[in-house]
């Protein structure tokens, strides 16, 4: 789908949010909400924050962005992540995203090809997926590298 008419779509589910719960409609919840989807990616709040002062012109107080960023997780417009000890956020309207973790330095890719999660969503039945992200948790190549390189290393000092 076009992303401005992602946009427009997820303003008008977050505006409905707003009204169902008595909340304000404020230029700063929706300047945050469309940073977020200009945002490819996981993102943290330093990143979203940067995001909105350098790119959009737009300064926001970090306890208007957390308190926004809930509101966007209960509007299922925003997914949180917790990779270990990071914690990071995404955009989910529209997404299906795959990542791997490593589990010794933490780095965090985003998997371009996700056909691993084509067959689970082929066989849901009587479920309707809104989105869904998928986690696999192993070593990246420099850490799995480094690892062999101090078990060769132990090995050698026998």
């Not at 505006?15 to 409609?25: A, P, Q, S, V, W």
Request: hydrophobic share 35%.
């Amino acid at each position: 789908m076009e992303n401005s008419k992602i946009v427009d779509i997820v303003n008008q589910i977050f505006t409905e949010y707003l009204k169902e719960n008595k909340c304000r409609r404020t230029p700063e919840r929706f300047a945050i909400l469309d940073a977020i989807y200009s945002i490819n990616g996981c993102f943290e709040i330093k990143e979203l924050m940067e995001h909105l002062e350098e790119s959009v012109k737009f300064r926001v107080s970090r306890a208007t962005i957390y308190n926004t960023i809930t509101m966007l997780i209960q509007a299922n417009l925003v997914t949180h992540h917790q990779f270990g000890a990071i914690s990071k956020y995404e955009k989910c309207y529209g997404t299906e995203k795959a990542y791997t973790v490593c589990t010794k330095c933490g780095k965090v890719t985003e998997l371009s090809n996700i056909s691993i999660t084509e067959n689970i969503t082929k066989n849901i039945k009587k479920f309707h997926l809104t989105h869904y992200s998928l986690h696999l948790y192993g070593l990246c190549n420099k850490c799995h590298q480094a690892i062999k390189r101090r078990k060769a290393k132990l090995t050698k000092s026998k």
